[in-house]
């Protein structure tokens, strides 16, 4: 019985450790089912909050990078605006595109946001009314309405789009920053409650060594899983702070910029100015040289005295004719027409201007080294360059010390002076004995902005200007300069073979624009002229020369009633204009009257010519005001000389022939 009782026993304690084992599996199987369910829904809810984290980065990245895209864009306008360079338009076009792109993006990627999407709506509706604030401003410029286009960028910087597009930005950057707050901790509280489950289950996974390995296992893993994303996110932050850092940096290169922009249109308002009074200035000189000359006629040659005081007040009236024309130089938006230049000859002529304005204390030696070297360039953006070259040397002297200018010949290898051809150049040399140089700074010379002159002392655009006008015209400029002993810069232009037309000079209150007059030719037989011209008195004045030399004049003191007269008087056969005019330019006037009358020759006379360009002159001779009788009868000879259509009458006798 015993026995039987052993057995039941052995039986009964193998049955229970057999259901113990039992027991013991299922709870290390259910121990390890948890532990895996409880590590999955952790890794999945980390992965979650990994990916969401990762999101919300990107938005912040992409809203930042929108920003300073947009910023380089409205820059690259700015340096559009004032250089007038293409590729800066070019530059700004692609940029704002780009902008636009990522606005896309950024509504892509928050599509799953409803209050993300209604501020990507404001932001998107923002950057389309600036994009047409900033489209105005670049075509003004590609129309060369540069100050229309400066005044339209200072106004934009200011503009409501703006600061709607910057508050928008800043708006949705702090929300996704704050959703990535509320998910950083959302996925800290996931991973401390998985890890008290995961504590829990580790109590039962000692009585199983292998549930308490795997336990470790898994574990190790998460923490290392963790430690990763934690460094993932610590990157993210850094790049975010660099990006912030950039923005920054591009925020205060702008206002750099916009510092810059006030400077130039100061320099704007006050060539507007310039330009504005030398116009008035040359329409009273035209009146008093023209009475003066009128007046000298009619005197007999028995009146000495009368002539003497006469011939005073006209060289008096000549010396402020030139130095209106001086005034007109700094003005002037664009170059009349190139000619061809006798360097050695303009050096000589500038003496006057020079010595006035570098000042006693700076001993001026002009001297040609080379005769014969004559260049192809307007004679105004020339003499502003030698001028400018001369102002830097005396402010580099100090005020004092000696300044030569040499004019020469050289003829220069491919290559052998910056990016110059082979061939034969002009040479004008600006040496001066001043403080020179470091070889970083005579690098950046020609840079735009770039000045070494005290605050309000210079805008930097000088000798950008000269490098501009040397390029235009295929040259180079070379710059030795030593510091403590002087700068020379060299202009190298080239050479042309052309002869310089000066075989009469003309009076100096006369500017022959155009290269058609001649300075000596026959008297034209009497016409009838049409005299348009909005200022009475030089209408008066324009009207008493032609008689004078033999003509019929006509007046016409509004542009608009210019047809009405043609209309009544058929044996009109040249119109002379002036160019700037109130209700309607010159150059508008003649080429709606053109094709009516092509038979008619024209003739420009202005005082200054604004903002018209050269190339709607349409080819007709200009007569710079103040001019002489003989200079307008020379002018009148020329215009009546250029090609045009036959009049109705020499039809009329062509037909009958």
Known sequence: MRSEAQTAALGGGATWRTIMLVVMGLLGAAVLV????????????????????????????????????????????????????????????????????????????????????????????????????????????????????????????KAPTLIEINATLDTLI????????????????????????????????????????????????????????????????????????????????????????????????????????????????????????LARRSIGADHADARRHIDNATEGANRAAALTRRLLAFSREDSLKPESIDAAALVAGMSDLLDRTLGDAITLIARAETPGGCVRADRVQLENAVLNLAVNARDAMNGRGTLTIATGTATLAAGQVGQCAAGAYVTISVVDDGCGMTPDIAERVFEPFFTTKDVGKGTGLGLSQIFALVQQLEGEVAIASTPGEGTAVTLYLPRTADAVAVA????????????????????????????????????????????????????????????????????????ISDVLMPRQTGPEMIAALSPLYPHIAVLFVTGFAGEVNVAQFGGHDVLRKPFTLNGLERAVIAALAAERAPSPAQHERIAAE
């Open 34 to 157: 948890a532990m895996i369910v409880t590590l999955g829904s952790a890794n999945r809810q980390r992965d979650q909050a990994l990916d969401l984290q990762a999101h919300s980065y990107d938005v912040m990245i992409l809203a930042r990078t929108l920003s300073g895209t947009i910023a380089r864009s409205e820059a690259s306008l700015g340096r559009y605006v004032i250089s007038g360079d293409k590729q800066l338009g070019q530059l700004y076009f692609d940029e704002w595109v780009l902008a636009g792109s990522q606005i896309d993006r950024l509504d892509r990627i928050t599509g799953d946001n409803p209050e993300q999407q209604t501020r990507i709506d404001r932001l998107r509706a923002a950057y389309d009314a600036r994009g047409r604030e900033l489209s105005l401003t670049a075509l003004n410029t590609s129309y060369g309405k540069n100050s229309q286009a400066l005044a339209r960028y200072y106004q934009a910087r």
């Open 174 to 293: 702090a929300r996704e920053r704050a959703l990535l707050d509320e998910r950083t901790a959302s996925a800290m509280g996931s991973v401390d409650r998985s890890s008290r489950v995961a504590g829990v289950l580790a109590v039962f996974g000692v009585l199983l060594v292998l549930g308490a390995i795997l336990l470790g296992w898994f574990t190790i893993r998460a923490v290392g899983e963790r430690a990763t994303a934690l460094a993932d996110a610590e990157l993210e932050r850094e790049r975010a702070a660099e990006l912030t850092a950039a923005v920054a940096a591009a925020t205060a290169e702008l206002r750099v910029q916009e510092a810059k922009l006030r400077q130039i249109q100061k320099m704007e308002a006050v060539g507007q100015l310039t330009g504005g009074i030398a116009h008035d200035f040359n329409n009273m000189l035209a009146v008093v040289l023209g009475g003066l000359e």
């Open 504 to 575: 009469v000079p003309l009076p100096a209150s006369v500017l022959p624009v155009s290269t058609n007059v001649a300075p000596a030719a026959p008297a034209a037989a009497m016409l009838d002229i049409l005299v348009v011209e909005d200022d009475p008195r030089v209408l008066t004045a324009t009207i008493g020369a032609l008689e004078e030399i033999g003509h019929r004049a006509i007046a016409c003191d509004d542009p608009l009633a210019a047809p009405a007269l043609l209309a009544a008087n058929p044996t009109i056969g040249l119109i």
